[in-house]
């Protein structure tokens, strides 16, 4: 479970590593329960992470970055900045989770910069979901993505600015009532 968890770490990575500039390609979205008024959240308790692997190669080695404790050092850093403290599971107004998904087998259609006609071709994918449920009613009351291309060879500095790029663009979108 450690290995895989390592792969998908890695893959996590890659994904946020970018093509051209260094986020031009992470697309970030939000939304929130229009119901839900999110100044009254003061607390909050982490919930967990959840990854899932589309690898059938095992293309990816393990990186030398602990990416869920970046990820959830940003998750807490930006909730911290909204007045929201971290606090004991029995004790917060909100639940906090995170979820990485990758697809190393994903296709898409690419321009060939030769014949600059559109092939269809293997362009792995990733995504990053935050989010915030009502701890009394167990309700999803925010949810934040980010989505980019994996791609290889990052450097940590590279990868810690993406990831914080596409967690802040995230809490961006966080209504503040």
């Not at 979205?29 to 999110?38: E, F, G, S, V």
């Not at 190669?57 to 998750?75: C, Q």
């Not at 807490?76 to 900045?81: I, M």
Request: glycine share 6%; net charge neutral.
């Amino acid at each position: 479970m450690k290995k895989y968890f390592s792969v998908l770490m890695a893959a996590l990575l890659l994904l946020l590593t970018g093509c051209a500039s260094v986020t031009s390609d992470i697309k970030v979205d939000a939304a929130a329960d229009p119901k839900a008024r999110l100044s009254g959240y003061k607390t909050y308790a982490w919930l967990g992470a959840m990854k899932l692997l589309n690898d059938p190669e095992h293309v990816w080695e393990a990186p030398k970055i602990d990416v869920a404790g970046d990820i959830k050092y940003l998750i807490d850093r930006n909730l911290r900045k909204r007045g929201i403290m971290l606090s004991k599971p029995e004790d917060a107004d909100l639940d906090v989770a995170f979820f990485v998904g990758v697809d190393m087998e994903a296709m898409k259609l690419k321009t060939d910069p030769k014949t600059r006609k559109q092939l269809l071709q293997n362009v792995p994918e990733g995504a990053l979901v935050v989010v915030l449920i009502d701890a009394e009613t167990g309700y999803v009351i925010w949810v934040g993505k980010a989505t980019a291309e994996i791609q290889e060879n990052a450097s940590p500095e590279l990868v810690r600015e993406r990831l914080d790029y596409a967690i802040t663009e995230m809490f961006r979108k966080l209504p503040k009532d």
